[in-house]
């Protein structure tokens, strides 16, 4: 028996009764302004309909749909024979035929379109057939996640409202429903949920406020946490908060699906909201729900951390995960420049949310190591913002409160370049949004350094990298060590070949994640980011060092993700944070706890 609830302006609801005895859906339809029906065949406006019920519920829903591989006994057990194609497909055979189509998008059209349709694609088949859609985003995820997350998915929220799909991912929880969110969830289809991402859409990649637009970000952000860790998908929720947004031309675009008015301001209106949104997600899916903040803007997202981090089971991965997988990056750079973090002087370009995220990891990484005070490590990392070198009692338009830690003793200093100049960096992070920063002069100058200069353009998505490798490859004879933000192609200069890293925060959530859920977790802490992070530089295997590359495959990422979780359950059960009893065999159990594609049908239903 299962329950769905309508609009009250139509259908008050519809109960659905089936039976393995009796292989038929029983439909039964109720209006607020009419009596229920016990009628049959369709003769009055509010019928009973009987029809049978595995075309609903194994065809209809993407969880249990798997199309032309159901096989023949399969179609005359659940009644569908006559209505796919005749020919049984397998699995991997359906997989080949989505590739060979994305492929074809690929040769037709220009490079740009051809990402957006191929998510778009994706998209259906997501909605579709998600067994199916996880499968091709597994098997292949260094080819089909640039189209599934970044850089594509910036195109997609641009363009949210104009390609959006009328199927109920995820939900949209918007200023009027304060006082009624809580009976706002009940309307979500399950009371199962392990992980929800939530976002306002203030600060979506490096394109700024995109309002409910940004949805595409939790919806992408779950399938990633799917596919690389395995946390089943009908147990994963997007969220988007309306708050308005600042975006003129979405106020005007009639097109625009969200409130038509400017977005609050941080403040006590926002965080009453916000804590009304996160007790009613306690309240009904329990207090160890994972809750990943997303692309909140720099008012409001520190603040939001700060208030929750010990209420819930609650991170935020522009600040954290960004930052942990560049951590990452940078513990497993020693393998080549044979430097320790805390022999390095760090310069960031970019002080938001993701450049004061990684310099804090970075200073309690070198506390870790070296066992410093964090006054010291933090000495070692200079940050550039809008307004110059960020240093105390800067004349130009004062420091804001989360970049304060990371002000320094020195002369003021105008720009990134003569900043550079100064400072002398061995690590250049850029993390500011900003095309092409990183300058042939200013590279030249960082190379002067050191032997092997770390430049890490992180700024999502591709056309937003504050140099390409080819940039950071030639204008430092190639002596750069590399990382991106979004993914680009192997290149080879001057005979030696390259392949650029990735510091994609998929290395790092979708395990932190993973672990999380698997102890039953009451909190995440930096000490696990930190341990994340050694635990993925610690996968980087030798071959990959020898092109300049510093994580490891992205088709590894199964393997890297249950690492990753089996260390972050390790700490909560050695903290004491776990609720979940510890086996004997850790890794094991994380593994077990990843959920795959399967067509099994029976299992499904």
């Not at 992980?195 to 700024?208: A, F, H, N, Q």
């Not at 097109?255 to 916000?274: E, N, Q, S, T, W």
């Not at 430092?476 to 001057?494: E, H, M, N, R, V």
Request: glycine share 8%.
């Amino acid at each position: 028996m299962c329950k769905h609830n309508t609009t009250k302006n139509t259908i008050h609801s519809i109960t659905t009764t089936y039976t393995p005895a009796n292989p038929f859906l029983r439909v039964t339809y109720t209006h607020p302004h009419t009596p229920s029906h016990s009628l049959t065949h369709g003769h009055s406006l509010w019928p009973t309909l009987t029809l049978p019920c595995a075309v609903r519920c194994a065809v209809d829903h993407p969880a249990t749909n798997i199309s032309h591989a159901f096989t023949d006994a399969q179609r005359a057990d659940l009644s569908l024979t006559g209505l796919v194609p005749s020919r049984v497909f397998t699995k991997d055979e359906q997989v080949a035929v989505v590739m060979a189509h994305l492929h074809d998008i690929g040769t037709r059209l220009e490079e740009a379109d051809a990402r957006l349709e191929k998510y778009k694609t994706l998209a259906h088949l997501q909605d579709m057939n998600e067994n199916l859609f996880y499968a091709v985003l597994i098997n292949h995820t260094a080819e089909v996640m640039p189209y599934v997350y970044t850089p594509t998915v910036g195109a997609a929220c641009i363009n949210f409202s104009l390609i959006y799909r009328h199927t109920p991912r995820g939900m949209y929880l918007s200023l009027p429903d304060a006082g009624y969110i809580r009976e706002i969830l009940d309307n979500w289809h399950s009371d199962k949920v392990d992980c929800v991402v939530i976002t306002d859409g203030e600060r979506i990649l490096g394109l700024g406020d995109l309002g409910i637009d940004g949805m595409g970000i939790p919806i992408g952000k779950l399938a990633l946490y799917t596919a690389c860790a395995g946390i089943n998908p009908q147990r994963c929720l997007p969220i988007t908060l309306d708050m308005g947004t600042n975006n003129q031309k979405k106020l005007e675009d009639p097109v625009y699906m969200g409130l038509k008015h400017r977005r609050i301001a941080p403040g006590a209106r926002v965080d009453a909201f916000v804590t009304e949104v996160f007790e009613a997600l306690q309240d009904k899916f329990g207090r160890n729900l994972l809750i990943q903040f997303e692309d909140f803007g720099n008012g409001n997202a520190f603040r939001l951390l700060e208030t929750f981090k010990d209420k819930a089971t609650c991170f935020n991965d522009d600040i954290q995960g960004t930052a942990s997988v560049v951590l990452a990056g940078l513990i497993a750079s020693e393998k080549i420049t044979g430097l320790k973090l805390s022999q390095h002087t760090f310069l960031f370009n970019g002080a938001g949310e993701a450049g004061c995220g990684i310099a804090q990891l970075i200073a309690d990484a070198i506390v870790e190591e070296t066992g410093c005070s964090m006054e010291q490590a933090r000495s070692k990392i200079w940050m550039v913002d809008s307004r110059g070198l960020i240093v105390k009692g800067r004349s130009s338009g004062g420091i804001q409160h989360h970049k304060e830690p990371f002000a320094h003793e020195h002369a003021e200093v105008g720009s990134l370049l003569e900043a550079a100049k100064a400072i002398k960096p061995t690590a250049l992070i850029g993390v500011s949004a900003q095309p092409k920063s990183f300058s042939q002069e200013l590279l030249e100058s960082v190379s002067q350094n050191t032997e092997r200069p770390i430049v890490f353009a992180l700024s999502n998505p591709t056309s937003k990298a504050e140099c390409t490798p080819e940039e950071a490859y030639t204008y430092t004879k190639c002596k750069a060590i590399y990382a991106s933000g979004s993914p680009f192609q192997p290149l080879t200069i001057d005979g030696q070949q390259f392949v650029p890293g990735q510091g994609n925060n998929s290395y790092i959530f979708p395990g932190v994640g993973l672990g999380v859920v698997a102890c039953g977790a009451t909190k995440i802490t930096n000490t696990d980011m930190v341990l994340a992070a050694r635990t993925l530089a610690s996968l980087v295997t030798e071959d990959r060092f020898k092109v300049g590359c510093l994580y490891p495959p992205l088709d590894q990422i199964r393997e890297v993700s249950a690492k990753i979780g089996q260390a972050v359950a390790e700490a909560n059960w050695a903290r004491g944070t776990a609720t979940v009893e510890k086996p004997a065999d850790t890794l094991a159990f994380v593994k077990s706890k990843m959920w795959a594609p399967s067509y099994s049908v029976d299992a499904s239903l």
